[in-house]
């Protein structure tokens, strides 16, 4: 069995370039190693579609680094003929009619899309659990969750299936499973990439972004599907860098923060010691590193349950049994054909944010809650915009903890958000953020580095990144040897 | 004593290019269902875009209604459940109206009213649903065309305050030309809010809302049905209860659609997908400084001129009208003008369903006639006969004269000959002249008509057929 998926997108690009390999060849291994799995990590396989687009490329030049680069995409991002399902039953027939922007950006680079990754059902909760498809599991050890929401993407990516694949993040989505499975998983700056077409969980936080093995091969997928849309008027116009000119630049003069708050107790002793680690090592390089604290970063989980599932209620409202998606076998009036297709549709979890977010926004509660956590929102935007004006970066751990067992929160709510403590407060801001494998607890599990920039600075994360990796030289491909 | 306190919602559809929301066509009236794309339908992953287009139209309007402008405006969701409405929400204004606190200016029977306006804001339509043996379908047409809501304050005090409310909303619209403005065809929506206080109370009654009145004239009927209703109700000391009721066509009377509970859940929020939206000082300059001249502007001119309020109502009413009445206002008599294209003109293109853009008129002609009806030379009866030739030949105006005989003898040497001959040829008619009989001069009249074949100038032949009879 050929091992080219285990070669770096460089040296992937060499060979396609020097035609030592053809795009096929990429194809077949991503199909054969998918059948030797069993992590659950795709809904659907875009198989025969991948095999008609490889062997069309063949008659192509290699005009760029991730030309006939197998990607997976994220099951809430639309994908024109392919079908989409958010992991949820209300779409388990739904075929979009349209690609959704990154989607449309990547078939411009000639990437093969191999298939939709699993999640938990429309992006709510942290452990892959809520799938209306079974939940993923972990490639380190079968028996941990992947974590969440982007799981699939997270073990499709951390078992050496593809190179790379495509997550969303609304409140560590992406950065809580890259830390799980030893990847590195980036959250742009709200609006730095196109939300046209990844179907809304909290509109206001939602941003796609790039699980990958690597920072550099991070930084070429986040070059392909940022910028600004006219279909999105929540993207930003700002200039797109090439961010993999960061790589490996000169890191001494950087000044990090740490917040005490991502220090305490509530984090486990292990995460926290790999931090001080590389704190340590970054100051021996000449880096300022100060212990600070960031006012208002212990609300967040309440934030996130008042205005993340606010919005989620009024988003998943369309889904009514009128237009596509789910719609229930017998109703005798509208109001039944609604309440028996939603019913049956979504799933627990589902279910329970939309009463919530109802809830909230319902009558007098929506003063007392969501303008108020509204309010809040901006202080805490103050405090980070607040640090930027002395740091360029904050550090901490990406989780309170490594990748836990199947099956042990998916009983309580409450937990599971609490698993987003740390990640959450950046998406309330809008902050671009990184997940950075930086080693691995006492059972071989990977340990993740949590990288905060200041907006439209996903730059100085990469700066950093970079050399942390090179530093490590961490093993990360849980199947062994690490090419790339 | 009870009076009415009334407050009037209209919604009114923009004739944007595009709808609202999305870069679909803005026609309502095409095949259904085709002028949609993913994001009317609400299709998952979709966003809104905005039409600025539509921003410029609804500044318009609140600038024409004399409203202050939310200088930082957001959009907002407006949460319920409706087949209509395909995203489960409508994005609507609810915190930051575009205009707010405005007026228009209103005259009913000869005397001026502010009728102040507490907002008017940019909201998408829903849907069409159409009901048809037991089954419902949907035409998305009509969802995410772009829609205004006018809420006046409640000020109005009576039905024919709140006909020339609506009036006057409507007018100024329509020289806007952003809006059909077409109450009969639902381009313009009206709600009416009735509600009775005592005279000297601080305290508004329980109101109750009349959906979708389909016609100004029934805008009136329902109110003062209403304010009868709610009067013989407080009489007889029954309560009123906040509902919603409908206009009925036939019964002329107001129906029970549904009371309200305690008020609807619409579960509101800022419309994340929508960035705030900044209108700067120097665009509402701009904007405001390019108005059309506006309908009060034209009816102060009016009156100035002279011209009667059928007149002027006519014209303001029917812009195409006004916009052709004005070519010659500076011209010729402009009575004389607005008689002949708000009577004769008008009549003949309703007559024959056409607009004034329909027909071929060359202003020379047109400038023709006022002289001769002013100058006397052209009967009222004879330009009847006369302007459907004009409308539909190319013929000049002589020509159709000299055709069809129609000519005037105005000379009076020869009016003297022609009538002295009638007059001596009918000396009865003479001897009754002399005893006061009115029968003479109509008979003679009759006559001298006969003789010249009807092209006697009138006016003239009168006067010289007395003078004659005196000197007898």
């Avoid at chain 2, 009654?205 to 009067?231: D, F, M, P």
Wanted: with cysteine; hydrophobic share 35%.
């Amino acid at each position: 069995m050929s091992k080219y998926l285990d070669l770096s997108i460089i040296d992937i690009n060499k060979k396609l370039k020097a035609k030592e390999i053809k795009p096929i060849d990429l194809i077949n291994e991503v199909f054969e190693r998918i059948g030797f799995n069993n992590l659950n990590a795709f809904i659907t396989l875009n198989k025969e579609e991948a095999i008609k687009q490889a062997l069309a490329l063949e008659n192509k030049e290699v005009d760029n680094l991730l030309f006939g680069i197998p990607i997976a995409i994220k099951d809430n991002i639309v994908t024109k003929n392919l079908k989409t399902t958010c992991a949820s039953h209300m779409l388990d027939n739904f075929i979009p009619v349209y690609d959704a922007t990154v989607v449309k950006k990547i078939k411009e680079k000639n990437m093969i899309i191999i298939g939709k990754t699993n999640m938990d059902e429309f992006a709510m909760g942290s452990t892959g659990e809520t799938s209306y498809y079974k939940p993923a599991v972990n490639p380190w050890n079968n028996k941990k969750v992947p974590g969440g929401s982007s799981s699939g993407s997270a073990a499709a990516v951390c078992s050496r299936i593809v190179p790379l694949a495509l997550g969303s993040d609304t409140g560590g989505s992406i950065r809580q499973p890259a830390s799980f499975c030893g990847l590195v998983g980036l959250k742009p700056t709200y609006g730095r990439v196109s939300r046209y077409g990844l179907i809304a969980f909290a509109s206001s936080l939602d941003q796609i972004g790039p699980m990958t093995r690597n920072v550099y091969e991070n930084a070429a997928l986040l070059n392909i599907i940022s910028g600004e849309d006219d279909n999105d008027l929540t993207s930003s116009s700002n200039k797109v860098p090439d961010f993999t000119s960061y790589m490996h630049q000169d890191i001494k003069d950087l000044k990090v923060a740490i917040p005490n708050y991502y220090m305490s107790d509530q984090i486990d002793k292990d995460v926290r010691d790999n931090v001080t680690k590389i704190a340590s090592m970054l100051t021996k390089q000449g880096v300022t590193i100060d212990y600070i604290d960031i006012d208002y970063l212990e609300y967040a989980i309440p934030l996130y349950q008042v205005i993340a599932l606010g919005e989620a209620s009024s988003n998943l409202a369309r889904f009514d049994g009128i237009r596509y998606g789910h719609v229930t076998d017998s109703f005798t009036n509208t109001e039944e054909l609604y309440q028996k297709s939603r019913a049956e549709g979504f799933g627990r979890e589902v279910k329970r944010r939309i009463m919530i977010g109802s809830y909230i926004l319902s009558g007098e509660n929506a003063d007392t809650y969501y303008d108020k956590a509204l309010k809040v929102r901006e202080a805490l935007t103050n405090s980070f915009k607040q640090v930027f004006t002395k740091y360029d970066l904050i550090i901490g751990p990406t989780n309170t903890n490594v990748a836990y067992d199947l099956g042990i929160k998916s009983d309580d709510a409450l937990k599971s958000f609490y698993d987003d403590l740390l990640t959450i407060p950046v998406n309330m801001a809008g902050l671009p953020a990184m997940s950075l494998p930086i080693g691995f607890n006492n059972e071989h599990l990977p340990i993740g580095l949590h990288i905060v920039g200041n907006y439209y600075d996903e730059g100085a994360i990469y700066k950093l990144a970079s050399y942390i990796e090179k530093e490590l030289d961490l093993s990360l491909n849980p199947g062994g040897d690490d090419l790339c | 004593m009870l009076v009415p306190t009334i407050g009037i919602e209209i919604h009114v559809e923009l004739k944007s290019k595009k709808k609202v929301f999305s870069p679909s066509i803005n026609n309502f009236n095409d095949d259904a269902n085709t002028n949609v794309d993913v994001i009317d339908m609400g299709y998952p992953g979709s966003l809104p875009l905005l039409n600025k287009e539509v921003v410029n139209m609804a500044l318009q309007a609140a600038l024409a209604f004399n409203c202050q402008i939310n200088q930082l405006m957001h959009f907002d969701r407006k949460n319920y459940f409706y087949p209509d409405l395909p995203k489960g929400y409508q994005i609507t204004q609810k915190d930051t109206p575009i205009g707010f606190d405005g007026y228009v200016e209103i005259e009913v029977d000869g005397l001026k009213k502010k009728i102040g306006i507490e907002r008017i804001h940019i909201e998408e339509d829903t849907c069409k649903s159409i009901h048809s043996n037991d089954k419902t379908y949907l035409n998305f047409n009509r969802a995410g065309v772009p829609l205004i809501e006018i809420v006046s304050k409640p000020e109005i005090t009576n039905e024919k305050e709140a006909v020339a409310y609506i009036e006057a909303i409507r007018e100024i619209l329509l020289y806007l030309g952003i809006s059909d403005v077409k109450i009969e065809e639902g381009s313009m929506r009206c709600d009416a809010n009735v509600s009775l206080k005592e005279e000297d109370s601080s305290v508004f009654g329980t109101k109750v809302e009349v959906k979708n009145i389909g016609s100004i004239s029934n805008v009136a009927l329902s109110i003062s049905y209403e304010i009868e209703r709610q009067k013989a109700l407080l009489m007889s000391n029954e309560t009123i209860y906040e509902q919603t009721r409908r206009f009925d066509d036939k019964t002329r009377q107001t129906i029970l659609m549904r009371t309200k509970e305690t008020g609807n859940d619409y579960r509101y929020f800022p419309e994340p997908d929508i960035p705030y939206v900044n209108i700067s000082e120097d665009h509402i300059s701009s904007v405001k400084n390019n108005l059309p001249v506006l309908p009060n502007e034209y009816r102060i001119e009016y009156q100035a001129l002279g011209l009667n309020n059928n007149y002027i109502k006519t014209l303001i009413g029917n812009i195409e009208l006004n916009s052709y009445y004005r070519k010659f206002i500076s011209k010729i008599n402009p009575i004389i003008c607005a008689n002949i294209i708000t009577g004769e003109l008008l009549s003949y293109l309703n007559k024959n369903k056409l607009t004034i853009k329909d027909i071929v008129l060359s202003d020379e002609e047109l400038i023709k006639l006022v002289n001769m009806i002013e100058e006397g030379t052209l009967s009222s009866k004879q330009l009847k006969e006369v302007l459907p030739i004009l409308l539909e030949t190319d013929d000049l105006l002589e020509d159709i004269l000299e055709k069809q005989g129609i000519k005037q003898i105005s000379n009076e040497t020869q009016l003297n000959g022609i009538i002295s001959k009638i007059v001596n040829a009918n000396p009865s008619s003479i001897k009754d002249y002399k005893e006061g009989k009115d029968r003479a001069i109509k008979y003679l009249m009759g006559q001298i008509m006969k003789e010249t074949k009807g092209q006697a100038n009138p006016k003239l032949a009168n006067d010289i057929l007395v003078a004659i009879l005196k000197e007898q």
